[in-house]
């Protein structure tokens, strides 16, 4: 594999437990989560159940589809799909319930 095919993988953690894990850039955060052991709700894995849906407290994140499943409000206020963020940095996570980040 050629350095420019080569994978990156940032830390990310979640709150307010501050578990961590590896997160690959080449692939969704909710994969690398699963890879490193921990439990996150989810079902559909396309960005449209929204299942998975969580607080991007700190770091940023990028979307390989056009329509991640979430309204512009919920953008604004930090909201992912981790089924289909991919991590462009390091990233914190919290849970978000009932329009509340827990």
Request: charged residues 20%.
């Amino acid at each position: 594999m050629s350095d420019a095919q080569a994978s990156t993988f940032f830390v990310a953690r979640l709150t307010p437990a501050g578990e961590q894990f590896d997160a690959w850039d080449n692939q969704p955060l909710l994969t690398s989560l699963e890879q490193g052991g921990l439990d996150w709700p989810s079902s559909c894995r396309n960005g449209t159940c929204r299942t998975c849906i969580a607080q991007l407290e700190s770091g940023q994140v990028r979307y390989e589809l056009e329509w991640p499943g979430l309204s512009e409000e919920e953008k604004l206020e930090g909201c992912i799909l981790p089924c289909v963020a991919f991590p462009s940095s390091d990233v914190v996570l919290g849970q978000y319930i009932d329009g509340e980040s827990v």
